[in-house]
């Protein structure tokens, strides 16, 4: 499967953007997929995380009732939304996604994931 994620942009602290990631080659509908960030001079963290299978989703605790994880019905794309957004979220974002399943309580590891997008940069001004 190719992602390929957009959305990013400049945003005034506060603001909100909302990321996309689209799917080619074959629908989300067969594992679970997940948002990452990697911020200058920082190691890629996990941000929020979706179960396919049973809705499951993981946040950080940095993005917990700001962040938002969702798909389509058609599940071609996946979505984060962000409110809120803060300086420390600026980052480059990515997601990714994995053919097969990953316990809930492994979703936050990126070394499971076997696809990934190319990046969408989100840069939070003061």
């Known amino acids: 499967v190719q992602l390929q994620a957009s959305g990013g942009g400049l945003v005034q602290a506060g603001g909100s953007l909302r990321l996309s990631c689209a799917a080619s080659?074959?629908?989300?509908?067969?594992?679970?997929v997940a948002w990452f960030r990697q911020a200058p001079g920082k190691e890629r963290e996990s941000v929020a995380a979706?179960?396919?299978?049973?809705?499951?989703?993981y946040y950080a605790d940095s993005v917990k009732g700001r962040f938002t994880i969702s798909r389509d019905r058609d599940k071609k794309a996946v979505y984060l939304e962000m409110n809120n957004l803060k300086v420390d979220d600026t980052a480059v974002y990515f997601c990714?996604?994995?053919?097969?399943?990953?316990?809930?309580?492994?979703?936050?590891?990126?070394?499971?994931?076997?696809?990934w997008g190319q990046g969408t940069l989100v840069t939070v001004s003061s």
């Open positions: 990714a996604t994995k053919y097969g399943r990953i316990a809930p309580s492994a979703l936050n590891r990126a070394e499971l994931y076997d696809s």
């Open positions: 080659g074959r629908t989300f509908s067969s594992g679970p």
């Open positions: 979706m179960e396919l299978w049973t809705l499951g989703t």
